[in-house]
């Protein structure tokens, strides 16, 4: 038979399963993962010799303008910053952290010490810029000991440096200043001799070394410094190419602002296109109504082949796609795949992309989702089918074996492959609680089968086992089915909510709303906060739709009685929120716990359910 593997856009994997006498199942898939390169500036370098011209990063100017990085340029700036790094001692036990975000010049310091055997740490910014505590970066500091401080405007980061940093650890940045120290200058370092030492430290290179480090958000206490190896990034743009197959066609282009301290764009984004020899455009807007505006006039100038947001950030797209003809033009002009992460999708916004896909390419475009974390590269399951619905997590990739244990009426998913985390920088207990006795990575969260007992269908995410709880009847609430559930059923008036009810004998919620839903369902200018949430048009719908969701429920743990709008933004300061947009359930609980209290009280901003109205 033939293989047509290299005209598919998209893999037709053979999935196999084993059920277990303990209950465990099995899930792999029948093809082996193919070979992968032993680091991945090998691949950039690669580029830089066979399309020395071809533009490897755009970023816009000082004046607007997209400035265009080659991948001949870049190599030899890796090279000249990778002697310098050397020079001065930096090394895994002395690493490179990087506190601003995302840009040419942060990618290429990034490259650099990766291509000589020292990892890197990319912090959210806010880490090192919230006025008030810097509980987090001294953590992050402690942690790593880092031998050099990497930030692309030195003046905004100067409280942090002279507080955290002690003044012997170099900081380099492209401009700015700071009081207490001298700076060195990235064109500095750009303009050092490559070296001997640098070459023999890149041929040293091998799967194991570590690459990076990623921090895990941190909500729940200290955050954790996730080992990158080559292993694991190389592996994971193996998988990855296997099932975006239009990936070996053409090269990609990608136009993205997801944040590089996160595994989902600091590691498969950025290096898919480095893998493929493609082009980033670095979107300096995000899914906020301040900066949204940033990311529909690049997507007015950049038709990406492969384009990634998540669910509120394709929600806001959606506002300006569906009135702006010239965006939609340019935006589906070749896109070939739609992904979304880091939050469920609800189904008024699937349904809303999906319609504008259909009328602006014939038979639509692919719009998935997959699962993954820090700690597995992230890609381990994809589901590249279209579907009617979102939610289908997808099947196993190449090469990797996942478990569901038994836990209770659950799965936990676990997972198994090259792509996965050796451990936690320095934390030998953590590292080892992370896995099972088999060495499965555990998840902690868990999964359903799309249609039972067929794991080539795929599979549904079916909540954190740790964000589970009781209601005072003893009936377990399924969190993460439920957020999802109600979601959906508010009908585009919330982004996300946040379930309530421990040891009630009913559920609450708490909701993020879309304020630009409210504001067109209102349709009156100039009101905005308290005003808006509170006019009697927006209450009275929402609590039609609270009566609606309630009527499907099939019981007390699927029913949510009471709900209130949050008019405070979720503080990503306090974990409630990590800067791409994921809730994290548990902080938002723990910090806004008088409003929770609230929602079984007399206060007038809650919302019930017609039958306790009465």
């Known amino acids: 038979m033939p293989d047509n593997s290299e005209a598919l856009d998209f893999w037709a994997p053979v999935i196999h399963s084993e059920t277990r006498e303990d209950g465990s199942i099995l899930v792999w898939q029948e093809d082996e993962l193919g070979p992968y390169p032993r680091c991945m500036t090998e691949k950039f370098l690669h580029w830089a010799e066979v399309a020395p011209d071809r533009s490897w990063m755009v970023e816009r100017g000082a004046d607007g303008s997209w400035e265009h990085m080659s991948y001949g340029e870049a190599a030899g700036k890796i090279r000249a910053i990778g002697s310098a790094l050397l020079s001065m001692g930096l090394s895994p036990e002395n690493p490179l952290l990087i506190l601003s975000g995302n ?37 992050v500091a402690a942690q790593l000991t880092p031998g050099m401080v990497y930030a692309e405007d030195a003046t905004p980061f100067g409280r942090a440096i002279a507080e955290v940093f002690a003044a012997d650890i170099p900081v380099v940045c492209a401009q700015g200043r700071l009081s207490d120290r001298e700076v060195l200058s990235f064109d500095s370092l750009a303009a050092t001799a490559p070296s001997e030492a640098m070459q023999a430290a890149y041929e040293a290179l091998g799967p194991d070394t570590v690459a990076k480090f990623l921090f895990t958000s941190g909500t729940t206490g200290s955050p954790k410094a996730v080992i990158q190896t080559q292993r694991m990034l190389c592996s994971n743009q193996v998988m990855i190419n296997d099932s975006y197959r239009f990936l070996n066609h053409e090269p990609p282009v990608v136009c993205d602002w997801a944040p590089w301290n996160h595994t989902a764009a600091g590691n ?39 384009y990634f947001n998540v669910p ?13 003809a010239d ?39 692919v719009l998935a989702t997959g699962f993954g974390s820090t700690e597995t590269g992230p890609f381990s399951l994809m589901c590249c089918e279209k579907q009617d619905t979102a939610g289908n997590l997808g099947v196993p990739s190449r090469g990797i074996i996942l478990k569901l244990a038994p836990q209770g009426d659950k799965y936990e998913a676990r997972v198994k492959g090259p792509n996965i985390t050796p451990g936690y920088w320095r934390n030998e207990k953590l590292s080892a609680e992370a896995f099972d006795e088999e060495g ?14 067929n794991a080539a269908a795929g599979f549904y995410f079916d909540g954190r086992l740790a964000e589970n709880f009781k209601l005072a009847s003893g009936t377990w609430v399924a969190v993460g089915a439920l957020r999802a559930k109600l979601t959906n059923d508010l009908k585009g008036l919330a982004s996300d909510v946040v379930i309530a009810g421990e040891g009630h004998t009913d559920l609450g919620a708490l909701v993020v709303p879309d304020w630009d839903a ?28 609270l009566d609606a969701h309630a009527a499907r429920a099939t019981g007390s743990a699927s029913r949510v009685t009471r709900m209130m709008f ?43 359910l017609s039958r306790e109205r009465v």
């Open 440 to 453: 499965f990575y555990c998840f902690g969260d868990a999964f359903r089968f799309v249609e039972p007992g």
């Open 518 to 545: 409210l504001r067109a369902l209102v349709d009156e200018k100039g009101l905005e906060g308290e005003a808006l949430l509170n006019h009697p048009k927006v209450r009275r719908v929402a609590s039609d739709l």
């Open 327 to 365: 965006l939609r033009k340019t935006f589906f002009k070749r896109v070939k795949m739609l992904m979304y992460a880091g939050a469920g999708m609800s189904q008024p916004v699937w349904d809303r992309i999906t319609r504008i896909a259909e009328q602006e390419v014939e038979g639509g475009v």
């Open 268 to 306: 498969k984004v950025f290096n898919l296109v480095i893998y493929n020899g493609g082009t980033l455009y670095l979107d300096d807007g995000k899914p906020t109504p301040k900066d949204i505006g940033k990311t529909i006039r690049n997507l007015r100038e950049v038709s990406p082949t492969w």
């Open 566 to 608: 949050l008019e405070v933004p979720l503080s990503f300061e306090k974990g409630e929120v990590t800067d791409k947009g994921s809730i994290n359930q548990r902080a938002v609980l723990r910090h806004r716990a008088d409003l929770v209290g609230n929602l079984w009280s007399e206060d007038p901003r809650v919302i019930l």
């Open 103 to 139: 840009s040419v010049r942060h990618a290429i310091m990034a490259l650099a010490a990766q291509h000589v055997g020292v990892p890197s740490a990319a912090l959210a910014p806010a880490y090192a810029l919230a006025k008030g505590d810097l509980g987090k970066l001294v953590d």
């Open 312 to 324: 509120l950030g394709y929600q806001m797209l959606l506002d300006a796609m569906e009135t702006d």
